[in-house]
């Protein structure tokens, strides 16, 4: 029998963690600027569950430093794939990061950010979001490798693969269930689809920029809500009480299509976040796999 503690277990199981490499999936599109598209359908669905939800209400910082606080978590989103040996630390930082979150939820029932189902739903969220970035933004991806590389960056984030759906055929029916069954509009998935959402200038922003600041910001941000809502499934949509229309989604395609064809043109340092370029030049240098262009 085994007798260590379940933290122990986690920390055990996440040393043995075999961080991605070049060549997988997610080497290739986490990396990809595009991933700038997908990362708030992500965050939506995450916080839409009201102990997740209520985590980032009361701890994040969000409303006072968002472009910081994107800045930070796209680095760690990069390291997780892109790190090697740094993934296990950047998932070991995580968790003791999260250690400290807890409170209670807007129902009164207690949460810890590590409770098991709740850290899984987190990370489980990225696999409808990917699946549907790709196929409006690039390519269709093989969903039994992608489900594969996730269960193993959950390795690495500390994510026991006891606590996710084992296959993909197992995922569906524990993603309904999750939609149909705790899915709401919580206040912070509300906040991140109001498109009247106060954002400033980023940090640093030339003086020009800062001063049409107040009249680009607004068609941006309804941009921005408009892609989120799109590329949240429809069940989420649904249960969120999201409208989306036919129209809608004609106009989300004709953008999409635009993003796809162009974005193949720009050379490769327009097309990758900086740590992502460094490792693929590295892995090439290297003689490993080349990731395949997108």
Not at 126 to 145: G, K, N, V, W
Not at 190 to 205: H, Q, S, V, Y
Not at 235 to 253: F, N, S
Not at 268 to 294: C, K, M, V
Request: some cysteine.
């Amino acid at each position: 029998m085994d007798t260590r503690s379940a933290r122990e277990q986690v920390e055990y199981r996440a040393a043995e963690a075999v961080p991605l490499a070049p060549g997988s999936l997610l080497w290739d599109i986490t990396g990809d600027i595009r991933t700038l598209f997908s990362l708030p359908a992500a965050m939506v669905l995450q916080v839409a569950h009201p102990a997740v939800g209520a985590g980032v209400d009361d701890h994040s910082v969000f409303r006072t430093d968002p472009w910081g606080r994107l800045e930070r978590s796209l680095t760690s989103l990069q390291l997780w794939v892109y790190g090697n040996d740094r993934a296990l630390e950047e998932g070991r930082r995580l968790r003791k990061l999260h250690q400290a979150i807890s409170g209670t939820d807007a129902h009164g029932r207690p949460y810890h950010a590590l409770t098991p189902a709740h850290y899984a739903w987190v990370h489980a969220t990225a696999y409808p979001i990917f699946l549907r970035t790709a196929r409006y933004l690039s390519h269709p991806l093989d969903e039994r490798r992608l489900y594969d590389e996730l269960l193993q960056l959950g390795d690495v984030l500390g994510i026991t693969r006891h606590d996710m759906p084992k296959t993909p055929e197992e995922y569906w029916p524990y993603f309904e269930r999750m939609v149909r069954e705790e899915l709401e509009l919580t206040v912070v998935a509300a906040e991140l689809l109001d498109p009247r959402r106060p954002i400033p200038p980023p940090p640093g922003a030339h003086a020009l920029l800062r001063r049409i600041w107040p009249v680009l910001c607004p068609p941006l941000a309804r941009l921005h809500v408009f892609v989120t809502t799109g590329l949240l499934p429809p069940a989420v949509r649904d249960r969120l009480g999201l409208p989306w229309t036919a129209c809608d989604e004609r106009r989300l395609r004709h953008l999409c299509a635009a993003v796809r064809t162009l974005f193949p043109l720009l050379p490769e340092r327009l097309r990758y976040f900086p740590l992502a370029r460094e490792a693929r030049r590295a892995a090439r240098h290297a003689g490993r796999p080349r990731p395949a262009q997108s």
